[in-house]
């Protein structure tokens, strides 16, 4: 057997052991954890503002593990259906299932006991609302997003988004088993957020989307139009995160927050529309990130320096 040939054959034996035994890395990359890790954070944040006191120690332990596993069981479905999507973008190729780590079998069983785990700890230690909530955002995302939305139409963040935007409302219910109006203000933040963010990593992947066949806002309808897009949305997320203030429900550490955060996106916005270029966008991209990530805290900050602990 030639050199060339034995290290076919090594190379070949391992993948094929790794298709039969994957282990505990591949699993959790099916998970997508740094998107778990931002839902996960928001919806800690909404319980937070959900009581002026620290909330109960089941709500906070059980909602935070019921709500991450549920993520990622819907997660490991969007990776089940996509694969061959992935296979043809360089940002994803190297998960799990178009590496042949993983088969589509033992995706779909980790993924229903991950998702049957959660929603139960959900029902059974915190609330049957929370629980429901959780099971129709995972529906949201895993089927009416990934399956129905994504191939069929450029609008399908806008739409698909509302899933993505319940994790704090999740959060919220898991500590007061109601719903409220300053619930569904985080959910819209995080709704006008959503389209910026997408369509910014859309734009410098645009051909990758392109080549997997997926009608992304800068495929159908150009780069120009996208960009306008991007700039209107981060306009109306500004708008909308000021609304916590405009309802009392934060003060002025948010608003300065909000203020800063949100004056720095229109920044990135106004210069993705008018001096357009890949790496601004993947800088936007980035930013859009953080930007979450610091509002959201901002209004944790704010709503204990009110009213203590």
Not at 153 to 159: A, F, G, K
Not at 163 to 187: I, K, N, Q, R, Y
Not at 191 to 219: D, I
Not at 245 to 255: D, F, R
Request: hydrophobic share 55%.
């Amino acid at each position: 057997m030639s050199a060339s040939a034995e290290t076919k054959s090594v190379a070949s034996g391992s993948r094929a052991d790794q298709h039969t035994a994957p282990g505990w890395r591949q699993f959790l990359q099916l998970t997508k954890p740094r998107v778990v890790l931002l839902i996960v954070f928001t919806a800690v944040i909404g319980m937070f503002l959900a009581t002026r006191q620290v909330p109960p120690l089941t709500a906070l332990l059980f909602g935070t593990l019921g709500i991450a596993l549920t993520a990622g069981a819907a997660a490991a479905i969007n990776c089940l259906v996509e694969q061959k999507i992935d296979a043809m973008m360089a940002r994803t190729r190297a998960r799990p299932l178009p590496m042949q780590q993983v088969t589509s079998t033992q995706t779909l069983a980790f993924a229903a006991v991950l998702g049957a785990i959660g929603l139960t700890l959900l029902y059974v230690l915190v609330n049957p609302l929370t629980m429901w909530l959780t099971l129709a955002t995972f529906v949201g995302y895993a089927v009416v997003y990934t399956v129905v939305l994504k191939p069929l139409t450029p609008q399908n963040i806008v739409i698909g988004g509302a899933s993505g935007a319940m994790p704090p409302v999740l959060g919220w219910t898991a500590v007061t088993g109601e719903l409220s109006s300053d619930a569904l203000l985080l959910f819209l933040i995080i709704f006008a957020w959503t389209p910026p963010h997408f369509w910014a990593l859309a734009l410098y992947r645009r051909r990758e989307y392109a080549k997997a066949g997926v009608p992304m806002l800068p495929v159908t309808h150009g780069d120009r139009y996208t960009r306008l897009h991007v700039l209107l949305y981060t306009l109306i997320l500004f708008a909308v995160s000021l609304l916590p203030v405009a309802t009392a429900m934060s003060g002025l550490i948010y608003l300065m927050a909000a203020v800063a955060l949100g004056g720095l996106f229109v920044w990135y916005a106004f210069r993705i529309y008018f001096a357009y270029s890949d790496a601004l966008a993947h800088r936007t991209f980035r930013y859009s990130i953080l930007y979450l990530s610091l509002l959201f805290a901002a209004l944790l900050v704010d709503h204990y320096f009110r009213f203590g602990v």
